[in-house]
């Protein structure tokens, strides 16, 4: 069941990379970003990495798309859709797919298992993530966070010579 479950969340990965790359229409790329961005969720999730499952989703596919988004919708402003709905009939389809995945995600969460409430299991990704972080790959991490400075304060002095 695992295999089948990774292919066909490996297929939806590598057709979304597709789609973004193939896709003329802006929001439609950030669109399968989002779900590519979700995938690779989905894939950390099979690998048993929990706490980076839910950093992909909040911080990417959450917080930087959108980001993109506003920037899309400001920088490109696009033309007003008008006439018959071209999807209709995938939108049709979409509430009775979207319901029977709401179903199984029912199912998963009642016979799955988890740790006990209040604790967590000694040894867990978030504190082996934090170990690692500021221990192995303190440096690194600091670099890190300079160089995202120095980016804000390049995009600051770029902004403010426009203005």
Do not use: C
């Amino acid at each position: 069941m695992e295999w089948v479950s990774f292919v066909i969340i490996s297929l939806v990965a590598l057709g979304s990379a597709l789609g973004l790359i193939l896709k003329r229409n802006a929001i439609h790329g950030a669109l399968f970003l989002v779900t590519n961005l979700g995938s690779i969720a989905a894939l950390y999730l099979m690998l048993g990495a929990e706490f980076l499952a839910a950093a992909q989703v909040i911080v990417y596919a959450g917080a930087i798309m959108v980001l993109f988004v506003f920037a899309i919708m400001v920088l490109i402003p696009g033309k007003e859709e008008t006439g018959p709905d071209p999807r209709r009939v995938w939108r049709l389809l979409a509430l009775p797919a979207g319901g029977v995945l709401l179903v199984l995600l029912a199912v998963m969460a009642v016979t799955g298992r988890s740790p006990a409430p209040g604790r967590l299991p000694a040894g867990s990704n978030v504190e082996t993530i934090g170990r690692l972080l500021f221990t192995d790959y303190l440096f690194p991490f600091e670099l890190t966070s300079v160089l995202l400075l120095a980016a804000m304060v390049g995009v600051l002095l770029l902004a403010r010579r426009r203005a």
